[in-house]
């Protein structure tokens, strides 16, 4: 499955709530339309007139029903709305934002090459076999579009299939409050939900909307907010680059560690660990069955150990080892325990003393199912420990996944990687389009 597939089914409860709202919404107030019938791929038609199926001269409404004008001649063709699909309307993305860019930071899926000067990508997602970026499309046949006739013997020899019926709704502003509440449900927070309604609607309002045009939009608002921090952790030539990675308790820093361990030595990096969570025996231990598992070398230090004193260490065996990559773990930390907080101060301050500019990223770990509370956390850590860059863990199995369009749209830090599982290769490059298909349900591919 690729890995769009897979994180659309492990976005499933977040896709599932906004599909779920977005259904409600259209179908409250909505009105079913015929659809004409579509015209099959192997048949042209080559007896309609040129201009009957696509030109949408006269864009600005939907075509409801066949104007009273109708043309008096009996022309072979029954519907002068026949269009494709759908009716007409130009400002619904029909091949929306594709953005075939060639993207260089986008991480690769190829192994990291140590460059002379430019900052390097994550590898994470090495092996994923990510399709390329492809034109979406308005899905043509959606669930609520359900046949309702059949086309008899001329629609047959002009290629015809059946009718079909869609349910729309013309954007009004209680549609757009409900859309806003919908959003704000699922953890875009407020500011960002009132924002990207905001520019859903604009030139769309008496515009009647269908739930996959909707999705559509909205996927496409979302990547709009996304695509300037999807941004791959730079490598930089520096050795050993010292990666610290921190979090509040659960987050995900330890198994990010290891997954992140295990795909740069894959890409062929030499690796060092720091097990700087000395508080808890339980985190050495587990991250030492991935250090073994990625071939990595994992430096620990007695429990209750300081834990700046362990990263000098390290820092000093990275270095005399000539190690390309130095992670430091650091133990869970609300950010309301000034004391961690200050010995996470003493880490840096420590580590400052071997290489002034390390730590040269600082990775935090946030968990996607602590919804709007990513935000506070963000601003916590922030403050303390210089954030470079952000890992969202736990995108599986919550209907939170919003969570990281607020926080692009409000810190505009770098997503380096999301977590969608606790399997090695469930750590993968952020890709906006595909995240924001995955979290709207919009079809893809
Ligand atoms: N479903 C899922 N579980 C994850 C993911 N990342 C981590 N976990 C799980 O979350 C739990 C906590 O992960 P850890 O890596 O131990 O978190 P931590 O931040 O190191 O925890 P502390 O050391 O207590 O601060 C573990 O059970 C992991 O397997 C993810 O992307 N998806």
Request: proline content about 11%; charged content about 25%; cysteine-free.
């Amino acid at each position: 499955m690729s890995f769009f597939g897979k994180l659309k089914n492990r976005l499933f409860k977040s896709s599932s709530k906004i599909d779920e709202g977005l259904e409600a919404i259209v179908s409250d107030g909505g009105e079913e339309e015929t659809l004409a019938a579509q015209t099959l791929p192997e048949e042209p038609a080559p007896d309609l007139p040129e201009e009957t199926p696509q030109a949408p001269e006269a864009p600005t409404e939907i075509p409801q029903a066949p104007e009273p004008d109708v043309p008096a001649e009996p022309q072979p063709v029954p519907e002068p709305d026949l269009p494709q699909q759908t009716p007409p309307e130009p400002e619904i993305p029909v091949t929306p934002t594709p953005a075939p860019t060639p993207e260089p930071e986008v991480p690769g899926n190829s192994p990291v090459e140590v460059p002379q000067e430019a900052p390097q990508e994550i590898p994470a997602g090495v092996g994923d076999p990510r399709p390329a970026a492809t034109p979406q499309e308005i899905p043509l046949e959606t669930p609520q579009e359900v046949p309702t006739q059949g086309t008899g013997f001329f629609g047959r020899l002009l290629g015809r299939r059946e009718d079909r019926t869609v349910v729309r709704r013309a954007l009004d502003d209680d549609m757009l409050e409900s859309l806003e509440e919908l959003l704000i449900a699922s953890d875009m927070g407020v500011d960002t939900s009132l924002r990207v309604t905001a520019n859903m609607a604009e030139g769309r309002m008496g515009r009647k909307l269908s739930v996959p045009e909707i999705k559509q939009l909205l996927a496409d608002e979302i990547t709009r907010i996304m695509e300037p921090v999807a941004r791959p952790m730079p490598i930089y030539p520096t050795k050993p680059q010292v990666v610290l990675v921190v979090g509040v308790n659960g987050s995900g820093k330890t198994t990010t560690i290891g997954k992140l361990a295990s795909q740069f030595r894959a890409a062929g990096k030499s690796v060092v660990i720091a097990a700087g969570d000395t508080f808890r025996a339980a985190a050495v231990e587990q991250l030492q069955v991935w250090g073994d598992r990625a071939g990595v070398p994992v430096l620990t230090a007695p429990e209750g150990s300081d834990p700046a004193s362990l990263a000098f260490d390290a820092m000093t065996k990275a270095q005399h080892d000539g190690a390309d990559l130095l992670m430091i773990d650091t133990a869970g930390r609300l950010q309301n325990r000034a004391d961690l907080m200050e010995e996470l101060a003493k880490i840096v301050r420590v580590i400052r003393k071997k290489d002034p500019d390390a730590p040269h990223n600082t990775l935090l770990v946030l968990d996607a199912t602590t919804g709007q509370n990513a935000l506070s956390q963000v601003e916590t850590f922030r403050k303390l420990a210089d954030v470079s860059g952000l890992v969202m863990t736990k995108l599986d199995g919550t209907a939170k996944g919003g969570v990281l369009v607020a926080l692009a749209d409000k810190f505009g830090l770098p997503i380096h990687a999301i977590g969608v599982g606790e399997q090695i290769d469930d750590l993968a490059p952020f890709d906006p389009e595909e995240f924001a298909a995955a979290l709207t349900g919009s079809n893809r591919s």
